[in-house]
């Protein structure tokens, strides 16, 4: 029987399995341990007991990703290439179009067949779209970031967590499994690739470097591990009560690791579901149905960026109260560099810029008054997806599409009561952070970080 769920793979284009190595192109799913795609690439590389090679293509600039995104990135892949060694898997990272970058290296290594892994956003689904039609050989995608496959949880876009709940539910006996462990490969290449000059390759990169790495989040596998065994221990059970408060440290702090693949979400809802109480099934409701939610709305939703994808509801009432007075608006420039009348918004904001996160709770209130404030939905899309995706270590995620929608444009969520500017899409005051919070203690305590 085969390692890998079959429901979990989908062929791109009916192009032939050849004679010659079976190359994974690692795209989002940027580990060694626990992902799917790879073991399912090595299964096939031993049945035909070929050599097995990893490839990387790495876009030189990548949708808004500056420096700080791209540190993280590669440190992380550094720690996949030594780890790929020992496991006599071969390596290779190349800048350019990965849609493009892995044609070519199909030919040169004389691939019989690819294996890729999956992801619902609009940049990576050309990429493959392109490399599909170019390949001479087969491609087949895995879907090694799902706990349930996305085609599987649901063949359409769901409109809440109240209706793929129970989908998902129901299948999660069947894939929330543990994993095989990765084997060493017997099979190597007759020329061995040369280890990667990770310098000269930053020197190919056109990236911002203004924005910079962040020194108090270690990236790689090792380090998420660590990450994830620290939160299991101490904080899981209390992730139902601690989780909505910004100065209280409840939260997983896992998001930036998902974001790169660093750490299967498969692995942490495995290990988080060993353990019983509230504090698990509020974790496990977050990191199952809210992210899966995410990538079934990305998926279906090519729009996942825009108010086109607002629900119709909701592009109604925004357009009614479109000619509203706002008692403020702001330009980017004001919201980038945290200069609102608000002092929580403008320290989330400045939380955002130095540390590149932002407490998910802080994120919703931090989303609704750039609508607030903004001239327009369309202008405070446009915001929010420019900062989240340009400080946000975990930014150009699927969570924070649907998450930035949700808060502008009722997406997932239902109407509320009708108000100026937002019309029946729920607000959020600050009156209300106040009674969830110590609101002067976050401010205060970024006042201080700052000084
Ligand atoms: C405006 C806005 C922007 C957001 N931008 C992003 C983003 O760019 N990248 C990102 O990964 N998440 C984003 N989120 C979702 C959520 O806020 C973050 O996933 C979470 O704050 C990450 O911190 P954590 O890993 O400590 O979360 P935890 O609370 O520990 O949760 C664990 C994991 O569950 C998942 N999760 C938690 N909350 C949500 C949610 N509401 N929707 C979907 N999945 C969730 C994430 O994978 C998260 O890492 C955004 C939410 C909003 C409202």
Redesign the pocket.
């Given at each position: 029987m085969s390692l890998v769920h079959p429901n979990r793979i989908f062929p791109l284009n009916d192009r032939p399995m050849r004679e010659g190595a079976v190359v994974y192109w690692m795209s989002r799913d940027q580990r060694v341990r626990d992902n799917w795609a790879l073991l399912h690439a090595r299964e096939l590389a031993l049945k035909l007991r070929r050599p097995l090679v990893v490839f990387f293509g790495l876009s030189p600039s990548f949708v808004g990703a500056t420096w700080r995104q791209y540190a993280f990135m590669l440190a992380g892949l550094r720690e996949v290439e030594r780890d790929l060694r020992a496991l006599g898997i071969g390596f290779r990272i190349v800048t350019g179009d990965p849609g493009e970058e892995i044609v070519r290296f199909a030919e040169v290594v004389g691939a019989g067949m690819v294996v890729t892994d999956f992801s619902p956003l609009r940049i990576h689904r050309m990429w493959k779209d392109a490399a599909a039609k170019r390949l001479a050989v087969s491609l087949v995608e895995v879907d090694a970031h799902n706990v349930v496959p996305y085609r599987e949880a649901s063949p359409k876009r769901e409109y809440a967590a109240r209706t793929i709940r129970p989908k998902i539910h129901r299948l999660l006996p069947e894939y929330l499994t543990d994993f095989p462990k990765i084997k060493k490969h017997p099979f190597a290449l007759d020329s061995a690739l040369p280890e990667t000059d990770w310098e000269a390759l930053r020197a190919t990169l056109s990236v911002d470097e203004s924005v910079g790495e962040i020194s108090d989040i270690v990236p790689g596998e090792r380090a998420a591990q660590g990450v994830m065994d620290e939160f299991l221990k101490h904080r899981l059970n209390r992730y139902d009560r601690d989780?909505n408060d910004p100065n209280v440290g409840g939260?997983?702090?896992?998001?930036p690791y998902?974001?790169f693949g660093q750490i299967a979400?498969q692995r942490v809802a495995y290990e988080a579901a060993k353990r019983d109480g509230a504090g698990a099934d509020a974790?496990l409701e977050?990191?199952v149905i809210?992210?899966e939610?995410?990538e079934n709305y990305c998926f279906y939703e090519p729009h996942y960026d825009a108010v086109d994808a607002f629900p119709e509801w909701a592009r109604r009432t925004l357009a009614a109260h479109r000619g509203d007075e706002r008692e403020y608006a702001y330009t980017k420039d004001e919201f980038e560099t945290g200069k609102t009348h608000d002092p929580l918004w403008n320290a989330a904001q400045r939380g955002l810029v130095e540390t590149g996160r932002m407490?998910?709770y802080l994120?919703?209130y931090?989303?609704k008054k750039i609508l607030e404030w903004s001239a327009s939905p369309e202008e405070a899309m446009a915001t929010?997806v420019f900062l989240?995706d340009r400080y946000?270590l975990?930014?150009?995620?699927p969570?924070?599409y649907?998450?930035?929608a949700?808060?502008l444009g009722g997406v997932h969520d239902r109407p509320w009561f009708d108000r100026p500017i937002f019309g029946t899409v729920r607000y959020m005051a600050i009156s209300g952070m106040k009674k969830k919070f110590d609101v002067e203690r976050y401010v205060g305590g970024r006042i201080s970080q700052e000084a």
């Open positions: 989780r939260v997983s702090g896992l998001s998902l974001h979400p974790f977050e990191l809210r992210r939610l995410a407490h998910g994120r919703m931090w989303a929010a989240n946000a975990d930014g150009r995620d969570n924070g649907a998450g930035i949700w808060s």
